[in-house]
């Protein structure tokens, strides 16, 4: 049923049971974005708050800062809950070469990494390229170290080939400059695995060229089933609210980095779409979402989808929103959400480029994956994410504020239909 036929049905009940008035049809503008409002909740979460891996204290604090917001607005919330496996360094693990020369390596855990014993293990290392099945083939570790590089295949499918080609740890080295980042095994391994800076590794694969290279590692690590949560505002439809439409971000960050970029400017933009749209009635039901467990494996937008109470009919997803042009995407299966996100820019003068990503790189996954059209608002890649560089002062509050507007206006767009 279009919108007129819908306001002549509405004019008509009005008489009888007073519903709330339409407060805005689609054309008529939504207030402005506020970058300062936006500033605010990025401080809170990646300074007040700081680093909120699942399952820790940090992350349970940001699941009331948001249901606080959310209630503020005047929205029903719920606090979704679902079962995790919480990872942490008991502490930080040791990378020392022993021989030919001796040095210490900076390195970090992989997430889910299984612990050395507390002697630590020291074995040769041996270069075993990206750490596919074709680089351990006729090979036999015994043991010994795998030093592999990062890139094409997953985390996890590299160190579940070097423990079956029968190597005592793995030591992945990045494929990009900088520190050593945290990535997920997504489940817990049979052997010890860090990663190391893409320098170290490099130099490493030159020195074993030459001759061989001995290697004491010591990881100690905590893996334990916890809870996590998605933290949702619920805007509830007038005409059809069993279908609803999603606004979200992924609330967590990883351990080592405050995570202002990924993600507090999403997760503040999803809570300024949601002040946008507080005094707006729509015919579908609006659900903002602060996804838990996105960094361990997008597993809160997982459990919403397959949890979800009525029919999605879209989705949008904030991630990563406050450092770099503004660009709309998704898996490139359906277009029509990005071709509805360009409309909906230029009719507010905000600038956006189209781009496809094939991998699961966020939320905006769980939906597609499951037939959901979504569209994905992003600034674009950003070499300090997952590391203690990912702070407040190196965003944009002006940007973070247009993926709020477009954010908001599109899910109107979507909820009005
Ligand atoms: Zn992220």
Known sequence: ????????????????????????APSEALPQASSAAALQHVTVLSQQIGPRPTGSPADGRTATYLAEQFQQLGYTVQRQAFPILFFDETAPPTVNIVGPQAAALRALA???????????LEAEVLDADLGREEDFRGKRLEGRIA???????????????AATAG????????????????????????IPAVMISQDDGERLVQVLRAGTVRMRLNVSTTIERRTSQNVIGIKRGTRTPNEIVVVGGHADSVRQSPGANDNASGTAAVLEAARLLARTTTARTIHFIGFGAEEIGLVGSRFYVQNRTGTIVGMVNMDMVGRGPMQVGNSGGDTSPLDLAERVASRLDITVSTFRLREAASDHASFE?????????????????????DVLNRLNPQLIAQAASLAAAIARELATR
């Open 1 to 24: 049923m279009g919108f007129r036929a819908a306001l002549i049905v509405l004019c008509a009940i009005v008489a009888s049971s007073v519903p709330p008035p339409l407060a805005a």
């Open 110 to 120: 992989l997430i889910y990494s299984a612990a050395t014993s507390s002697e630590g």
């Open 147 to 161: 030093l592999v590089q990062r890139g094409q295949i997953r985390f996890s499918v590299k160190v579940a080939n």
């Open 369 to 389: 994956q499951a037939g959901i059209p979504a569209v994905f608002i992003h600034t674009g890649d950003d070499e300090a994410i997952h590391t203690p560089a």
């Open 167 to 190: 190597a005592s740890a793995v030591v992945v080295y990045n494929n990009q400059p900088g520190p050593p980042q945290a990535g997920t095994l997504v489940e817990p391994s049979q």
